[in-house]
Each structure stands twice: as structure tokens, then as C-alpha cells.
């Protein structure tokens, strides 16, 4: 079962340089998310998708993109990279319907130097 | 302040004893309760799931929640070295949802 894939695991970008993390979900869930995981912070909300065709910011959106390609797939675009953005990024999905859980894909480790 | 606060740990115990992990929240609206488990390098997974107050059991696990103390716990039973992890609580009020993590709780079951 692949449930969430994200590509690529690991990523080192130059500050300024831009990248795209890709998601994908076989679980045919209508809501995407993607959130940012810092030690003592726990998972913060970048951005989200209700449902295909829609996105809306979560709790730190700046300095972030969101295309909701299709169904399947949600992609997270940074596009001038800063230092502040090293971390490690997660992708959800959760199904149709209200209330739903979340469930995750193993993560993309990203550092900025 | 956190919405959703968890001791970080780490948490030591012998393989077999019970373990408990709590969390608390401030938002009166939460309704539904999750606990995740992260391994090192892994995504969180999904362990328990629960709205409103009461208790929950699922094989070794039971998640325990008062509303009227916002206190959310999980419950081992018969831990496993392959029970250490970290441990997520997590909140939503309802809806298409606005998930508050904690940080986690680091456990380690000892052989």
C-alpha cells in the first residue's frame, strides 16, 4: 500500500535557489496538506487543499507555493530559498467527507545552506 | 501559549510496564483527538482517533479524553522495544480542519 509518496527524501539547495516537493496519494482522498516539522515546534500547517481546485494558507504560508495538480497530486514550491526554510516537510491526505484523519507520507529532509 | 501541550520526554521504561502519555489544550472547541506515532525518519501514523469525551481501546492502546480537564492521554499496555518512538497528540474542532499538533513525546522501551 503506498498510501502518500513524497519525492524527493533528501534535498540540498543554495540559498536563493528554488525547488518543488512533490506529493502524491493513492487513497483517492480529496483534502492534501502541507505541513513543516522543527524540533520544538512540532508540525506547522503551510498550506492546504480542501478539495481539488482549491488552496488556501495554513499557519506559515510565506516564502511557500501550492499547486493542487490533480486529485492525486499537490506539490509545494519554494521559490527563492532562505536558511529558514531548512526542515523537514510532510504531506497528508485525508478522505471525503468532514473530519477525516490525517494520514501522512514519510517526508522530504531539506536543507538550506 | 500552545493550543496543544506535551512533555517532550524523553520517556525511559522496562519492556512490559504500562505507559502513559498526556497531553493538554486550551481550545474549548476541540472535539476530535488523535494520537500519532512517528518513528525516526518516518511519517506520523494514524493510532487512535477519537471525538469528544471517553475512552477508546484498540489492542494494547487506549486513548482517554476529558473534555472538562482538556486532558488527552494514551495508554500502553505491555510495551515493546518497537513501542519506542514519538509520540503525537493532536486536536481539530470539526470540519475541514485546522489540525494543532504537540511537539511529541520521545518514549523509549528498554529490552
Known amino acids: 500500500n503506498a498510501g502518500v509518496t513524497q519525492t524527493p527524501k533528501f534535498q540540498v539547495l543554495k540559498t536563493g535557489q528554488s525547488m518543488t516537493l512533490q506529493c502524491a496519494q493513492d487513497?483517492?482522498?480529496?483534502?492534501m496538506y502541507w505541513y513543516r516539522q522543527d524540533p520544538g515546534m512540532g508540525l506547522r500547517l503551510i498550506y492546504y487543499?480542501?478539495?481539488?481546485?482549491?488552496?488556501d494558507k495554513g499557519e506559515v504560508p510565506n516564502g511557500y507555493n501550492v499547486s493542487r495538480l490533480n486529485k492525486r497530486e499537490f506539490s509545494l514550491r519554494l521559490e527563492s530559498a532562505a536558511p529558514s526554510q531548512t526542515s523537514v516537510y510532510f504531506c497528508a491526505s485525508s478522505g471525503t467527507g468532514l473530519n477525516q484523519p490525517q494520514h501522512f507520507g514519510d517526508g522530504t529532509r531539506l536543507s538550506i545552506l | 501559549q500552545k493550543e496543544v501541550e506535551q512533555d517532550p520526554g524523553p520517556l525511559s521504561v522496562p519492556e512490559g510496564a504500562i505507559v502513559s502519555l498526556n497531553c493538554t489544550y486550551s481550545n474549548s472547541a476541540f472535539q476530535y483527538f488523535m494520537w500519532y506515532r512517528q518513528y525516526s525518519r518516518k511519517g506520523p501514523e494514524l493510532l487512535m482517533y477519537t471525538y469528544s469525551s471517553g475512552n477508546k481501546e484498540d489492542g494494547r492502546f487506549t486513548a482517554q479524553v476529558d473534555k472538562s480537564s482538556k486532558y488527552i492521554s494514551l495508554f500502553i499496555r505491555d510495551s515493546q522495544p518497537s513501542d519506542s518512538a514519538t509520540y503525537l497528540c493532536?486536536?481539530?474542532?470539526?470540519?475541514?480542519?485546522?489540525?494543532?499538533f504537540g511537539t511529541g513525546t520521545k518514549l523509549q522501551v528498554i529490552p
Open positions: 493532536a486536536s481539530h474542532s470539526g470540519g475541514y480542519q485546522k489540525v494543532t
Open positions: 487513497m483517492n482522498h480529496n483534502s
Open positions: 487543499s480542501a478539495s481539488e481546485g482549491t488552496t
